[in-house]
């Protein structure tokens, strides 16, 4: 079988699907790699380097997606809502095509996904399980983002992080909060730490509190508790309005007091919860920094302005969306990781078995054979169940 590897359209994209190092894995799994002409460049993967892994380099994107049998993307259609469409007439009947697709995002996608007769399968949708973790591309992105956040936040902020003694007196420390210790904030409280700063982190999932303190963070207890804080696969449940309004009293104080404010909390499939108003912006001391990595779900701080930077009472905010493009060497690394090990496992003697009593198969399985078939999204988007589920 081949796979392809289209070059990335996403404006701005930097990132690349598989790097050089994946290829002879995926040789031995009796898999050829094409790879369109200048895709890894951006990451710093020259065409030379996946030759000389044996990979054939195509000068032309349509030669791509015609002669590959698996087409892995990092942003496929769906991810990539702005030019991502250009691909739907490349993809062909019965064609493999894996990558993030925002399969909670718009059900039209995915049913146009559907009607290309592609059998694509949603990264974001890989099950929290011991197996699936070398395969989990969104805990390798999120780890990219905490880190990133904290090196914008540094570098925003009037201040310096570590406490330093010095001949001209000695400066204190600057406070950092991590409001959500998921991945993403566990790496930023770890990043943080080592960037010397004082470290403290809220989650309303209680069961992270071990985690942030083995860090080195404190953790921020509020005197409330989420209900069903967490779900079975270990996801932050929605909750009521009024939570949200009682963590927004609680958190302020804590806001207040801190240089850099860095937000990760998210819910999947919802729109982020508003956890920083404006006024807990107004209260933060002069040169403060928020950095939103919810900014492309709405946002945790009230005054995000998705995919900008902007000042709000003295307060930088920071609402850059995709930040694991802009460490593309490593995330993509990280990334063809992830999907080489996705592709061992769906592939068996240098064909696709698939193997819906799989948990891994069955629950990244978004569209085969013309239909959106993964149950959980046709309940989330309100699809009849199909026949053949029911
Ligand atoms: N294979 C595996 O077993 C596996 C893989 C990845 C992650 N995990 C675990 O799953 C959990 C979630 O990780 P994630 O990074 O994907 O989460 P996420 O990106 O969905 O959310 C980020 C964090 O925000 C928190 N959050 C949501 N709403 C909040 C609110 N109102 N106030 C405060 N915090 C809020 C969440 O609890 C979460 O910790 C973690 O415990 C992680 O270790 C397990």
Do not use: W
Request: overall charge neutral; charged content about 20%.
């Amino acid at each position: 079988m081949i796979v392809g590897v289209p070059r990335e359209i996403f404006p701005g994209e930097r990132r690349v699907a598989l790097v050089p190092g994946v290829l002879p894995a995926l040789a031995k799994a009796g898999l050829e790699v094409v790879v369109e002409a200048g895709a890894g460049v951006e990451a710093g993967y020259a065409d030379a380097e996946y030759e000389s892994k044996g990979a054939k380099i195509l000068p032309r994107r349509e030669d791509v997606f015609s002669s590959a049998d698996i087409i892995v993307q990092v942003l496929g259609y769906g991810s990539n809502d702005r030019t991502g469409r250009a691909d739907l007439p490349l993809l062909k009947r019965g064609q493999v095509l894996i990558g993030f697709l925002r399969p909670l995002g718009d059900v039209h996608t995915l049913e146009e996904l559907a009607a290309s007769g592609v059998t694509s399968f949603s990264v974001e949708l890989m099950p929290r399980i011991t197996r699936a973790q070398n395969m989990d591309a969104l805990s390798s992105m999120a780890t990219i983002c905490g880190y990133k956040a904290v090196l914008i936040g540094a570098d925003k902020l009037p201040k310096l992080f570590p406490m330093l003694t010095t001949a001209a007196g000695t400066i204190t420390p600057s406070r950092v909060l991590v409001i959500g210790a998921g991945v993403a904030g566990l790496q930023a409280i770890a990043t943080a730490r080592r960037l010397g700063a004082v470290v403290s982190a809220y989650d309303l999932r209680p069961v992270v509190k071990e985690q942030v303190q083995s860090l080195g963070g404190r953790f921020v207890e509020l005197p409330i508790e989420a209900a069903d804080a967490q779900d079975a696969g270990g996801y932050a449940k929605a909750q009521d309005e009024s939570f949200y309004q009682k963590q927004r009293e609680l958190l302020g104080k804590v806001v207040a007091e801190s240089d850099v404010v860095i937000t990760t909390a998210v819910v999947p499939g919802k729109k982020s919860p508003v956890l920083v108003t404006k006024d807990m912006v107004e209260k933060m001391t002069l040169g403060s920094v928020i950095v939103d990595l919810a900014a492309e779900r709405g946002g945790n701080c009230e005054l995000t302005r998705s995919e900008e930077i902007i000042v709000a009472h003295g307060v930088t905010i920071v609402g850059t969306i995709n930040l694991a493009s802009s460490v593309p060497y490593h995330a993509s690394q990280m990334y063809a990781k992830n999907l080489t090990n996705f592709l061992l496992h769906i592939v068996k003697d240098g064909k696709l078995a698939l193997n819906l009593e799989d948990e891994i198969a069955r629950s990244t399985l978004v569209t085969q054979s013309g239909e959106v078939v993964n149950p959980r999204l046709r309940e989330f988007f309100n699809l009849p169940a199909l026949a053949a589920a029911q």
